[in-house]
């Protein structure tokens, strides 16, 4: 029997996966570069602790220190970061929009602040978790701990802490992954309105500057463009 065409929901939802890099061609599978979600991820973290360090410099808001804090920010800006774990961890993208669904969901604890002091061994133990629950294979905690910076024993620390304190409820359903989803896309249409940003056209034939005024064909290229990735996975649990 013939496949019935997706529907136009299911339609939209594979071009949003596509569109972060989450699922690609077959063909594009051995391309090199980075899924857009990891710069997307970035900004958004980025963003949120500006949002926490300007709400704790002017308020009398008392952060809780956790486990997750370091003694100093970390050299290696997020984006780095985030592309490192993708490329020595080798998870799927997907785990990187689980990981920031687990982030927010340990940050709803009370006075638990993402901070730049924090937010790469969060970063690095909520992508490992979500390997571990929804990727056919993983590595041992030895080997994350060298890809994150941190010691095996540090990472088995950090791997605890985020499990107990989610109750070990790492199931997500489909409408949550969603809307992750389609909150990181806003950030690239954030990136567009923000800065000029320099994108390939689909034919590679001359690269598009996207500046303040939001050319819609930019705009497309830059949300619809195809990002290579390994395939989306852990979508349907």
Not at 8 to 25: F, H, K, N
Not at 122 to 134: E, M, N
Not at 217 to 228: D, G, I, W
């Amino acid at each position: 029997m013939a496949m019935e065409p997706p529907t136009t929901e299911a339609g939209d939802e594979l071009e949003s996966y596509s569109s972060l890099g989450l699922i690609v061609p077959h063909s594009q599978k051995g391309d090199a570069e980075f899924p857009k979600v990891l710069l997307l991820l970035s900004v958004y973290l980025d963003k949120i602790i500006q949002q926490n360090k300007e709400l704790l410099d002017s308020s009398k808001v008392k952060e809780s220190t956790t486990i997750f804090h370091g003694q100093r920010v970390p050299e290696l800006s997020i984006k780095l970061y985030a592309e490192r774990i993708f490329k020595y961890a080798q998870c799927s993208p997907s785990c990187f929009v689980l990981g920031l669904i687990y982030m927010e969901r340990y940050l709803q604890q009370p006075n638990i602040y993402v901070t730049s002091f924090s937010v790469h061994r969060l970063l690095i133990t909520s992508v490992v978790v979500a390997a571990k629950f929804i990727d056919d294979s993983f590595f041992n905690n030895a080997y994350y701990g060298r890809v994150g910076g941190i010691s095996t024993r540090e990472m088995n620390r950090l791997e605890l802490d985020l499990l107990f304190s989610l109750d070990f409820r790492l199931k997500v359903n489909l409408e949550t992954f969603r809307s992750y989803c389609l909150q990181l896309e806003k950030e690239a249409l954030a990136l567009v309105l923000e800065r000029p940003i320099q994108v390939q056209a689909t034919n590679g034939s001359r690269p598009l500057i996207c500046n303040g005024s939001v050319d819609e064909t930019c705009k497309h290229e830059l949300v619809h463009e195809r990002y290579s990735s390994q395939a989306l996975q852990g979508c349907s649990w």
